[in-house]
Structure formats: C-alpha cells, structure tokens
Nanobody
Framework: QVQLVESGGGLVQAGDSLRLSCAAS???????????MGWFRQAPGKEREFVAG????????SYADSFEGRFTISRDNARDTVHLQLNSLKPEDTAVYYC?????????????????WGPGTQVTVSL
C-alpha cells in the first residue's frame, strides 16, 4: 500500500499562487521513484479531471491543455514528494486537488490508470 497526503491548499485571491505538495509513504514493494505521479482536481458538481502528470525521474511531464503554462508539476524522489505549483489562479480553479500514483510506464490521464489516491486538499480562489 502507498499512502498519499496532500497539503498546501487554502483560500486565496484571484491572481495569487499556491504550491501544493503530496507526500508518499508506506510499503508497496516498489519505490516512490517507480511510480508515475499525477494531479487531478474535482470542482463541485463536476467530474474529477486530470491536471498534470510526471514520469518516474521527472524528465517528462504532461498537462491538460487548460493548465499548461499556469501550473507546473515537479517531484523530489529523495523526499518521496510531488508538487504542483499553481500560478495566476482564477475562481474557476476552485476545487479539491488530489495527487495519485500509477504503476504505468507512461503518464496516463485517466483516473482508472492510477492505483493510489490521497484524500485531497481544498483550493478556493475568490475574486
């Protein structure tokens, strides 16, 4: 099992930035550096959607079109953490943000391809 815990959410104003973090722990017979990591978000009344993903070593990243240029995903395998930098936040970015781990060898964008999920962290952006 891999436990994921997100942090860094909060209430901010439009135009502000936030840095979300996700810490991994637990034993799965597979080190953190062998998981593709992803960030998803779910706004009230909407489906959970893919935001960004990062490969094992961090050499490759993938973003949903809506977020490329404003959000940046990164990882620190020495600390078993993954981050999501959110810049130029808009009220429509208000959502619960989840990190997830996948045993795939590519960066999947579908929820079903991720094996472990954190409980989420709330991001609220006001005008």
């Amino acid at each position: 099992q891999v436990q994921l815990v997100e942090s860094g959410g909060g209430l901010v104003q439009a135009g502000d930035s936030l840095r979300l973090s996700c810490a991994a722990s637990g034993r799965s017979g597979r080190s953190f550096s062998r998981y593709v990591m992803g960030w998803f978000r779910q706004a009230p009344g909407k489906e959970r959607e893919f935001v960004a993903g990062i490969s094992w070593t961090g050499s490759r990243t993938s973003y949903a079109d809506s977020f490329e240029g404003r959000f940046t995903i990164s990882r620190d395998n020495a600390r078993d953490t993954v981050h999501l930098q959110l810049n130029s936040l808009k009220p429509e970015d208000t959502a619960v943000y989840y990190c997830a781990a996948s045993a795939k060898t590519y960066i999947p964008t579908s929820r079903a391809s991720y094996d472990y999920w954190g409980p989420g962290t709330q991001v609220t952006v006001s005008l």
